[in-house]
Nanobody
Framework: QVQLVESGGGLVQAGDSLRLSCAAS????????MAWFRQAPGKEREFVAG????????DYTDSVKGRFTISRDDAKNTVYLQMNSLKPEDTANYYC????????????????WGQGTQVTVSS
């Protein structure tokens, strides 16, 4: 049974940092491309960052470039999202997801999802 478990969310002030973690089990982690999505109330789920299997190449949505960094540790079956200079508009529920596909920006490309971790940034 595949499980993705996120942690690290919380309530912070604008300008603060958080590191999200997503621990995977039940799959051969190194085979999977991993990503973080987020969903704010009343909005669609959006791609935040992705990291490809093998190459480790990364992609980011424009609004987080230069502030967020995605990384992975295949030995620990974990993907991370380091979030710096947080803004109130970053407030959302953050989800990690796993795909074997090559198109990583669309949520419907992903096979497995975590339950989410809430990030709230106050101004």
């Amino acid at each position: 049974q595949v499980q993705l478990v996120e942690s690290g969310g919380g309530l912070v002030q604008a300008g603060d940092s958080l590191r999200l973690s997503c621990a995977a089990s039940g799959l051969t982690f190194s085979f999977w491309t991993m990503a973080w999505f987020r969903q704010a109330p009343g909005k669609e789920r959006e791609f935040v960052a992705g990291i490809r299997r093998r190459s480790g190449d990364t992609d980011y949505t424009d609004s987080v470039k230069g502030r967020f960094t995605i990384s992975r540790d295949d030995a620990k079956n974990t993907v991370y999202l380091q979030m710096n200079s947080l803004k109130p508009e970053d407030t959302a529920n953050y989800y990690c997801a796993a795909t074997l596909g090559t198109v990583i920006l669309r949520s419907n490309a992903y096979d497995y999802w975590g339950q989410g971790t809430q990030v709230t940034v106050s101004s």
